[in-house]
């Protein structure tokens, strides 16, 4: 048996398409979707994520701005731009490339976003609706891990899901996002002892833990849904997951790879969620 993959990077542009659809009809309506994005210092990684974003927004028809600030940024400062960019009408989407400099507290900034602009999804208040089942902006990279699973009609509702992982990014959401969807949920991390009878037992596997090859096929349950969200480069300079591949695909029905699987749909859905805030000032 070998795992069907599923590419991301495909599901992605096929996304893309239609959002490109859906903004020409916004556009008709005298409203351009805007995202704005904050840049503060020069992370070259960051700086290679903005990058992917203005692309994707200039395929889709999105107007993106970049505004980039200086490492030495104050923390105030940064609060203040964030205000005057809630406060202007035709902004939809506001989005702080992270990680910032040290000086500056990232949940500050986070929560100085109106929840309403919030195209990351990582308000409080964004994540306590989508905790509480009502409709809001999801996180970008669990969103579009369940619009995977969607695209190939896997079964989620009653299925035992394993998230190793809990960060507020990922691991959290992911889950709630599951449950919404009535899979039964356990979380796994660092802490938690006999993590292979866990996996053993996972019919949907979302491994999101940052460490090259964590996993391997050995305790996967034959015919699982593999979903590995690890970017890690290795010593030659290559990407890898945190799952390795090449065994997890001999017992998964469905496995998705590193680089084209996950990581593209998290820059497709941050462009859905804009069109939506868009959306609700028409």
């Known amino acids: 048996m070998s795992a069907e993959v599923i590419y991301g990077s495909e599901l992605s542009q096929q996304l893309k398409d239609e959002m490109k659809n859906e903004v020409a009809e ?22 290679s994520y903005v990058r992917g974003k203005q692309k994707a927004s ?30 202007d009408p035709n902004v939809h989407g506001i989005l ?3 990680p910032l ?16 602009k919030d195209v990351d999804g990582f308000h409080p208040v964004n994540i306590g609706r989508m905790m509480t089942g009502q409709d809001t ?17 896997i079964p989620i509702e009653g299925k035992h899901a394993v998230v190793i992982g809990r960060s507020n990014i990922v691991g959290k959401p992911v ?39 964590f996993i391997d096929g050995t305790h996967i349950k034959p015919g699982a849904v593999v979903i590995d969200v690890g ?5 030659d300079g290559s990407l890898t997951g945190d ?13 998705t790879p590193v680089p084209k699987g996950v990581g593209p749909m998290t820059i497709t859905m941050l462009m859905g969620n804009t069109i939506k805030s868009a959306k609700n000032n028409l």
């Open 26 to 47: 916004i556009k008709k309506q005298g409203v351009t979707p805007n995202l704005t994005v904050i840049l503060v210092g020069d992370d070259p990684a960051s700086r």
């Open 58 to 87: 200039d395929y889709i028809g999105i107007e993106s701005n970049l505004i980039e600030l200086s490492s030495e940024t104050s923390q105030n400062e940064l609060l203040k731009l964030i205000t005057q960019l809630n406060n």
């Open 96 to 98: 702080v490339q992270l």
């Open 101 to 116: 400099p040290d000086h500056i507290n990232e949940q500050s900034v986070i929560e100085a976003i109106s929840p309403d």
């Open 137 to 153: 902006f999801f996180p970008c990279t669990p969103y579009g891990i369940i619009q995977m699973l969607k695209s190939k009609n």
């Open 175 to 213: 889950g709630q996002l599951l449950l919404k969807e009535n899979a039964t949920v356990t979380y796994c991390h660092s802490r938690t002892k006999n993590m292979e009878q866990f996996i053993a037992t996972a019919d949907i596997l979302i491994v999101a833990v940052g460490i090259p090859h």
């Open 231 to 235: 970017v890690n480069r290795i010593e």
């Open 243 to 255: 799952v390795e591949f090449a065994s997890a695909k001999q017992k998964a029905s469905y496995i």
